[in-house]
């Protein structure tokens, strides 16, 4: 008899016991061996001491906030997914959360069934190897991929992206020079049609540009195209 594929390990990490308590019982019908955490100081703990595919973090509560356990995640385990639930209206918080690493995000008050669903992409995508038919090593400008090893350097520097990031980079560079539109990456990469806002997508693209761009504010690969979407192109072309 074969023996049992391991459970995906997510961490709750939310101060509203209501919440926690509900998403660890769903969670746990769903499958997914639970940890939780009812505020920040443990919520660190558990996060740093034990290994987790996903960590489900709220920003807003006592203790180091979940942006601070964000930024000490990141910087010990890179290849943890993470998800951030952010009170409505917080579009700073989204954006820094992005900025230090956060796969995705979601909107307090959230559908479990949305939930569900970016907690099965993030775990996919991150598990997700290189595709076989790409070439080991991508390059663009000043910019290396090592698809083996997913790590991206420009200039000879490692830039650290997260899985998210590098598969909607990955997208990009299998679709050069064409048109893609947010609902395109939305569903090839996220795994599901729109459920929030194309913000998702234009954040993640902002993310690429600040990182890998030599001018963010004027972009020569990420290409915006108006009322679509977003064209790659490997060669800046002439302006």
Do not use: C
């Not at 009170?87 to 989204?94: I, P, T």
């Amino acid at each position: 008899m074969a023996p049992n594929p391991r459970k995906s390990r997510i961490l709750l990490v939310e101060d509203d016991h209501s919440i926690l308590r509900g998403l660890e019982l769903n969670l746990s019908v769903e499958g997914y061996e639970v940890g939780t955490a009812a505020e920040g100081k443990t919520g660190l703990k558990r996060a740093l001491d034990e290994p987790w595919d996903l960590i489900v973090l709220d920003i807003m509560m006592p203790g180091p906030d979940g942006l601070e356990i964000l930024r000490r995640v990141r910087a010990a385990r890179k290849e943890t997914g993470v998800i951030l639930l952010s009170a409505r209206g917080a579009e700073f918080d989204k954006v820094v959360g992005l900025d230090l690493g956060a796969d995705d995000y979601l909107t307090k008050p959230f559908g479990l069934a949305e939930l569900l669903a970016r907690i099965k992409a993030v775990l996919r995508r991150r598990s997700q190897p290189a595709p076989p038919t790409a070439e080991a090593v991508a390059r663009f400008a000043d910019v290396t991929i090592d698809r083996e090893r997913r790590r991206v350097s420009k200039g000879g520097n490692e830039v650290a992206l997260t899985a998210r990031e590098y598969e909607v980079l990955e997208y990009f560079l299998a679709r050069e020079d064409r048109v893609v539109s947010r609902e395109d990456l939305l569903e090839n990469v996220w795994g599901f049609q729109n459920l929030e806002s194309n913000r998702t997508v234009d954040n993640f693209v902002s993310q690429l540009r600040a990182k890998l761009e030599t001018n963010p504010d004027q972009p020569a690969h990420f290409l915006t195209v108006r009322g679509v979407g977003y064209r790659f192109v490997a060669k800046p072309e002439a302006r």
